[in-house]
């Protein structure tokens, strides 16, 4: 699970707040995180956390990559340091959404991504571009997919003696959604080929 946002910034990765202090054989980790995707069911999480509260915006952001116990239903977060709920969402089912609280919470120092602090910020960059074209080819799926469902609805579906795929307002709207995921699928292999 990647754990990057927080309740008060938002997106703004470089002012994340949750602090990961240093002690003798591991970071204490202390703060909030939000829209963290299966993060009970996670065994690894990715953490952007201040590691040097003195520099500022990105420069004192690290990222850590902390184990953790699975959760299950009834103990969603089954270790000290850390707490939290589930964000009740429309739309994916499957992709559950959490708000965690920590204190402090132990990650080995060795968890460390890269071995040097401060470097988060940019390795997170590096990685959200990918992942930024994985969101869109999910999103395709799911635009492909209402396009095969309301194509199928249409033709079957009769009101006046005739499929409603005939009416003009049903077929337009279909083939503009078609037109639509074309365009979308071609902008999203573009930035993939990139």
Known sequence: TALFTEPDTGSDLASVKTRASRS????LVTGAKTWSTHASRADLMTMLVRTNPKKPGYQGVSVLLAPKPRGRETNLFPVQGMSGSEIKV???????EYEIAFSDFIVPLDCLLGGIEGEGFKQLMGSMETARIQTAARSLGVAQSALELGLEYAKQRRQFGEPIINFPRIHGKLSTMAVEIMIARQLTWSAARS
């Open 90 to 96: 429309l739309g994916y089912r499957g992709m559950k």
């Open 24 to 27: 003798e054989n591991n970071y």
